[in-house]
């Protein structure tokens, strides 16, 4: 017998499996086609922007590092959190959040030199800070190195699932064995 839960995990890693494989086809191309994953760009932005208000209390690198840092940091937030509360379901949906949020800044990274990229703001954040530790020349492959982190976090949030659709599998098949 297929429970909510089952079905629920179970079409959970088919859309999230479907994100990933986008993410991935896109590599370090500017953004991902699709409403899901330009929803959560949309997201991104809004948490990315909220940082340059916040971090400039710590001065001016700080305050083009901030948006970055706060994109990742809410999803990182909201992953903790579920994962405290025994939500593992949950807590891996964040989790492949801060991986797409990773890749998201990869392709930021990686632009870093090449000034390529539609900005929402007047400076290129990755260009000043790349450019104040003497790394703009590294940004490709920074950029590549972050896509490749981000990819691995999305990898750990799918088997995440895939091991709790696994358990809650077991669960529900010992429940109907004990009524049989």
């Not at 896109?26 to 991104?44: F, K, Q, R």
């Not at 083009?64 to 949950?90: D, N, Y």
């Not at 030199?113 to 703001?121: F, I, K, P, S, V």
């Not at 990755?126 to 896509?147: D, H, P, R, V």
Request: aromatic share 12%.
């Amino acid at each position: 017998m297929i429970t909510k839960a089952v079905l629920a995990r179970g079409v959970g890693i088919i859309i999230l499996v479907a994100l990933s494989w986008r993410i991935l086809a896109c590599g370090l191309g500017d953004s991902y086609p699709g409403p899901v994953l330009d929803t959560l760009d949309w997201a991104n932005l809004v948490f990315h922007e909220a940082g340059h208000f916040i971090f400039p209390v710590f001065g001016e690198f700080m305050q083009a590092l901030g948006g970055s840092l706060m994109q990742l940091l809410i999803p990182v937030i909201c992953t903790v959190h579920f994962w405290k509360r025994h939500e593992p379901a949950a807590s891996s949906v964040t989790l492949f959040w801060t991986g797409e949020s990773i890749t998201h800044v990869a392709v930021y990274v990686a632009d870093a030199q090449r000034m390529e990229l539609a900005l929402t703001g007047d400076i290129h954040d990755w260009n000043y800070i790349l450019g104040k530790l003497n790394l703009l020349n590294q940004s490709e492959f920074l950029g590549q190195l972050a896509f490749f982190l981000g990819i691995a976090t999305i990898v750990v949030a799918l088997f995440v699932l895939a091991i709790d659709l696994i358990r809650i599998c077991k669960r529900a098949t010992v429940r109907n064995t004990e009524w049989t």
